[in-house]
């Protein structure tokens, strides 16, 4: 969900969305290497990413990937799950 | 659903793109190593620590590649893949073994696939006609052990209209002669067929070119417009080069003009499957192209036709049975010869139909049943040949058992690794049979070339090209033997537990032995399939030489066959056995010639001609008979007992005269008084002076003892122009006679074919073309099964040896003797060997009982036989057990136990 969320602006080569990952959640989420590749051809095989090749900002070639619709949607989805879940656990853990 | 068919479809796509993906991947990886070094290099991290924390961070580069990889591959189908180059390469690691296996495989396969492409061209197979399911083969059953096939034109042609049971009836001529077409320069033969008004509409083929012949082309004199015929497709394009104006032209056959009105196609072959007729002519037409024959004329006394019907829509054969049987009667008693219909009334005369897709054949008597029986024996190879190769496949796994612990222990599942083990044994099956189905048309044809020409007939086809039953049949051998090989070795090998496999090694035992049993009962029983298949042979083979010794009551060595064709030239009667006795002392004249005489019928050529004779006051009896020249028995050298040869002065004007053999004298003549006496045929009311007695001679087969047989003189043959054969004694080549005899024919009858010569040997070997075929393939697949189980015993042992070569060391370090080593590794097949030979022996002699058809003065359980092959059987096992011994007991005990 974090990687659908990281694409929402815009398309990013690998690199770029861990780091953006790691930076929005103020360094507490780091998101290994050994999870992040393999997630992205995941949801690339899915259908909910797709992908080209391009030029970073420092003139190397790089695999960008950027949402598809499919990918929209369920980014939506999935953000309305996170937060009625994140909502019960508040509220189970202020009940007293 | 959506996500997992993209995943799908995207997939499929980087199956063709491998290598793209695969620069792609690196790259991708490539770049964010390189992006997390400048990040690192930024926060100042030096460069010797600067390997070490990206690697801490990212970890082996080709693990990630690995894992990614795997993402977009079919994991199946990567497997499989995987696991076919593995197990190719190993094994082109033992070659032996693998070209043994093959090989094995190979000729199991490739054998039956043969067999069953003969049967099905034979048996199977039907007819190339729409609805072949409705015909049906009408037989006259006369009270004998097997119904005639052949029918005379009276009855055919009563039963032509017979609209309550079928829709359509037919014959056709059997006795196949071909027709003499007028070509441009000469005449040329041409295989033709004589077919009566419905047979065109029967068999419901359309013609490609005009009409085919209806019942009103089936009269005398043809339909209004003239005789028709109606040729092949094939013939119109030898003979008229596929002129589209064909239809209406003539053909001159037996120098009487036919019209051509129709073409057939190509596909439409008649109603005999192993006939392949140019030129089809109406029934009524026969005596003109069979002059000087005229069977239709001949009434009752030629039974030339053979009769399939089609049967009405909904009609059941019971039905039709039923209603023929109706008929049998009231046709019977409209024939004009009163005798005759006493004789059948008695008899229970009847007609009969029984179901026939596939037409009538009369080769498949003589073949059906060898056939199958070689058919149950290439079953036999084949399941010898699993049989062997799961074994040794078993035996080898054996020999793997650390390697496959070890893959466990590393998180291979077991059904992983019976996968690939599966895939191993697969992957030698299939090439097996590939191998051996890609030889069989070959050796299928190569036989179906032996069957046809041993039936002395050039024309006859027998069509063994692949169709689906046969690949049907292919597939599922491929499939089951496959399975049998691959399937135990499998199981076997990744069985038991995994501690044992890793930790004993070789030290073990107890639990070891335990795995040898499933190796020790396929073995055994493959030594009891060798033990039947060598038993089959045997008998098959006595069987053979017994009927060779048996003799044929002649001398075949050094004697020829020289048959003439008189049909087509004018002399008859007296002037024509002039011609033949000058021809006699033509060929008399030619060097080394001992003796020469004619006969109407060459014995063992399966044609036939009896009549009734009884003596004066005694009973009538079936005797078989022949015309002969003079001189014949000393030419044929068949002891003649007492009496003398004909003479060429016994013509008609002398008195009727007749030569019996032993057993027509004693049956006709009890008092053994033979000689001189008169015999009387009671139809034609004549008398026939006996003028000698000679011995038996074999008469229309080598099966079939000699039955009470008669000699009448060729001068007062019936027939006005007999074509006869001259058979000449000759010591030394007998080719130059062909030259003499073409040279004499063209002398003294101008007009007729050349003739024709076969030896006497040749002959003989023809008749037991069946038997011969059968012995001679019995005895190479009983070598083949020797072979395949020789190694298969030698291979098991073998690996068997090998891994308990440090046991045999130690106990040569403690005193045993090499004779004990031997004995030791030696008595583990003899159990084997021993237990199979037994259960072999049980199971051969009850599968030898369903060959006793097969077998002249043999009993299937001959004691010889069955006892020769045992002692065959354990020598060879005895030899390929002792090899392994023998090496066994070669082994250095310091060397064996240092490399453990």
């Known amino acids: ?96 | 659903m959506g996500s997992s068919l993209h995943a799908f479809l995207l997939r499929i796509k980087m199956l063709f793109r491998k290598r793209r993906m695969d620069r792609e991947m690196a790259e991708e990886l490539e770049f964010h190593q390189a992006m997390l070094r400048e990040k690192l290099e930024g926060q100042g991290i030096s460069k010797s620590e600067l390997n070490q924390a990206t690697r801490q961070t990212f970890g082996d580069a080709g693990r990630w590649h690995e894992r990614l990889r795997e993402l977009w591959q079919f994991r199946g189908l990567e497997n499989l893949l995987r696991d076919i180059s593995f197990s190719a390469r190993m094994l082109k690691k033992s070659p032996g073994f693998t070209t043994v296996a093959l090989l094995t495989l190979a000729i199991g396969v490739g054998a039956n696939t043969a067999i069953f492409s003969l049967i099905n061209g034979l048996l199977l197979r039907p007819l190339p006609v729409p609805h072949a399911d409705q015909l049906v083969v009408l037989s006259i059953h006369e009270g004998g052990p097997t119904p005639n096939y052949s029918f005379p034109a009276p009855f055919f042609r009563a039963l032509e209209h017979q609209p309550a049971i079928f829709s359509d009836v037919f014959a056709y001529n059997n006795n196949g002669r071909p027709l003499q077409v007028q070509a441009r320069s000469g005449s040329e033969d041409v295989p033709g067929m004589e077919v009566s008004g419905q047979f065109f509409q029967a068999l419901q083929t359309p013609p490609l070119l005009g009409r085919y012949l209806t019942a009103a082309d089936d009269n005398t004199g043809g339909n209004p417009a003239g005789l028709a015929v109606v040729i092949s497709e094939n013939f119109w394009g030898r003979w008229f080069h596929r002129d589209p104006s064909v239809v209406g032209r003539k053909l001159v056959i037996a120098n009487v003009p036919f019209t051509v009105v129709g073409v057939m196609p190509k596909r439409f072959i008649g109603a005999d499957l192993m006939q392949r007729p140019d030129i089809f002519v109406p029934l009524s037409a026969e005596p003109i192209v069979d002059a000087p024959r005229h069977n239709i004329d001949e009434g009752l006394n030629a039974w030339w036709l053979t009769v399939i019907a089609r049967l009405q829509p909904g009609v059941t054969l019971q039905q039709a049975n039923a209603a023929l049987r109706t008929v049998s009667g009231p046709i019977l008693h409209a024939a004009d010869d009163p005798n005759y219909i006493a004789q059948e009334d008695k008899a229970h005369f009847r007609f009969q139909a029984e179901p026939g897709s596939g037409g009538y054949a009369m080769a498949r008597f003589f073949f059906r049943n060898p056939l199958l029986a070689l058919l149950a024996m290439c079953a036999g190879i084949l399941l010898l040949a699993c049989l062997n190769l799961a074994s040794l496949l078993i035996a080898r796994g054996a020999m793997r058992e650390r390697e496959l612990a070890t893959r466990l222990a590393m998180g291979a599942t077991r059904w992983r690794l019976i996968q690939q083990l599966f895939i191993e044994s697969l992957l030698l099956a299939v090439l097996g049979t590939i191998a051996g189905i890609a030889v069989s048309p070959l050796v299928g044809s190569s036989l179906a070339a032996f069957l046809t020409s041993s039936t002395g007939d050039p024309t006859v086809v027998l069509d063994t090209s692949l169709d689906l039953r046969v690949l049907v049949f292919a597939a599922v051998i491929a499939i089951v033997s496959a399975v049998l090989i691959g399937l135990m070795p499998a199981l076997q090998a990744t069985a038991g537990n995994l501690n044992d496999h890793i930790k004993d090694g070789q030290h073990a035992r107890q639990l070891h032995e335990q795995r040898w049993i499933l190796p020790r009962i396929l073995m055994a029983l493959e030594v009891a399939l060798a033990l039947v298949l060598v038993v089959g042979a045997g008998l098959l083979a006595t069987s053979l030489v017994r009927l060779y010794r048996s003799g044929v009551g002649f001398d075949p060595k050094g004697l020829a066959n020289i048959s003439f064709n008189m049909d087509k030239q004018q002399l008859e009667g007296d002037a024509l056995m002039r011609v033949y006795q000058e021809i006699g002392q033509g060929l008399s004249h030619q060097p080394g010639v001992k003796s020469v005489s004619f006969q109407f019928i060459t014995p063992l050529s399966h044609r036939g001609w009896n009549g009734n004779y009884s003596a004066p006051g005694g009973n009538t009896h079936v005797i078989w008979l022949n015309s002969v020249g003079p001189n014949y028995f000393e030419t044929m050298r068949i002891p003649m007992y007492m009496g003398r040869e004909f003479r060429w002065n016994d013509t008609n004007a002398s008195g009727l005269k007749i030569i019996l053999n032993q057993s027509a004298a004693s049956l006709l003549f009890p008092d053994h008084n033979a000689l001189g006496r008169q015999i009387v045929d009671p139809s034609e009311k004549t008398s026939y002076q006996v003028v000698a007695i000679v011995a038996d001679a074999k008469y229309s087969g080598m099966m079939d003892s000699a039955p009470p047989a008669g000699y009448v003189p060729i001068q007062q043959d019936e027939q006005k122009k007999p074509s006869l054969n001259a058979v000449v004694r000759v010591d030394g080549p007998m080719t130059p006679l062909a030259a003499t005899a073409r040279s004499l024919a063209a002398r003294l009858a101008p007009t007729i074919p050349p003739p024709i010569l076969t030896t006497m040997n040749e002959v003989v070997n023809n008749s037991v073309s069946a038997q011969r075929m059968m012995a001679i393939l019995s005895l190479f697949f009983a070598g083949c099964a020797l072979l395949i189980t020789a190694i298969g015993l030698y291979g098991t042992l073998a690996y068997a040896t090998a891994r308990r070569t440090s046991e045999i060391g130690i106990r040569m370090a403690l005193g045993a003797k090499r004779g004990q080593v031997i004995a030791m590794v030696f008595r583990q097949n003899a159990w084997v060997a021993i237990a199979g030979c037994i259960s072999g022996m049980i199971a051969a002699v009850l599968a030898s009982r369903a060959m006793a058809s097969l077998l002249f003065e043999t009993s299937p359980h001959d004691p010889w036989v069955l006892l020769a092959s045992i002692a065959v059987l354990l020598m060879i096992a005895s030899c390929a057990s002792l090899l392994p011994a023998l090496q066994a007991a070669r082994i250095d005990p310091i060397l064996a136990i240092r490399c453990e």
Do not use: C
């Open chain 1, 1 to 96: 969900m974090l990687i659908l969320r990281a694409l929402q602006r815009g398309s990013m080569h690998g690199y770029g969305v861990a780091e953006w990952i790691h930076q929005t959640s103020q360094q507490v989420l780091k998101v290994e290497e050994g999870a992040l590749y393999p997630a992205l051809h995941r949801l690339e095989l899915r259908g909910m990413l797709s992908a080209h090749w391009g030029m970073s900002d420092n003139n190397r070639r790089a695999k960008f990937y950027q949402l598809t619709a499919e990918g929209k949607k369920r980014l939506s989805a999935e953000s309305q799950r996170w937060a009625r879940l994140s909502a019960a656990v508040a509220f189970v853990m202020q009940a007293s």
